[in-house]
């Protein structure tokens, strides 16, 4: 997956997570909101090592 894919997807993970908050189901929330900050994360590592390489 490319690394606008990516951060795209963390994003989207981090919207849809206030979604289960609204639905007052707070365990999938949670779950949601950290895989989104960890796909957020991953992407933006790729981006510094992508800056670095060039």
Do not use: P
């Not at 929330?29 to 390489?53: D, F, N």
Request: glycine share 8%.
């Amino acid at each position: 997956m490319s690394n606008t894919g990516t951060l795209i997807l963390g994003i989207m993970w981090i919207l849809l997570s206030l979604l289960w908050f609204w639905a007052e189901n707070s365990a999938m929330g949670i779950i949601w909101l950290c895989v989104g900050i960890i796909e957020l994360t991953i992407a933006l590592i790729r981006r510094s090592k992508e800056k670095k390489s060039k």
